[in-house]
């Protein structure tokens, strides 16, 4: 098992930044791939950015590709999310997830493990 935490979560006027985590436990965390993902209030969840268990490959959904960075420590079993020129429309609860994965995938049901989720609020 592995137990994904996310922190970092806030209120932020548009254009500002916050950097997001997740600390992993439980297991050994290099071999796996991390996502983050994101659900705004009546809408699916959907994918933001990925990273392999290696670091070597990354995955951006069109919308935050230049704003948004994924990054891992392994010694601290933590991913990152550093969001920058935020938007409204980033308004959203993002989780964490993990998985033995090949490639950094975008879709959801390819993850084992899920974080409890961390409220961003972007004010326009």
């Known amino acids: 098992q592995v137990q994904l935490v996310e922190s970092g979560g806030g209120l932020v006027q548009a254009g500002g930044s916050l950097r997001l985590s997740c600390a992993a436990s439980?297991?050994?965390?290099?071999?796996?791939?991390m996502g983050w993902f994101r659900q705004a209030p009546g809408r699916e969840r959907e994918f933001v950015a990925a990273?392999?268990?290696?670091?070597?490959?990354?995955n951006y959904v069109d919308s935050v590709k230049g704003r948004f960075t994924i990054s891992r420590d392994d010694a601290k079993n933590t991913v990152y999310l550093q969001m920058n020129s935020l938007k409204p429309e980033d308004t959203a609860v993002y989780y964490c997830?993990?998985?033995?994965?090949?490639?950094?995938?975008?879709?959801?049901?390819?993850?084992?493990?899920w974080g409890q989720g961390t409220q961003v609020t972007v004010s326009s």
């Open positions: 997830a993990g998985g033995i994965l090949a490639l950094p995938s975008p879709l959801s049901r390819a993850y084992n493990y």
């Open positions: 990273i392999s268990g290696n670091a070597g490959t990354t």
């Open positions: 439980g297991r050994t965390f290099g071999g796996y791939a």
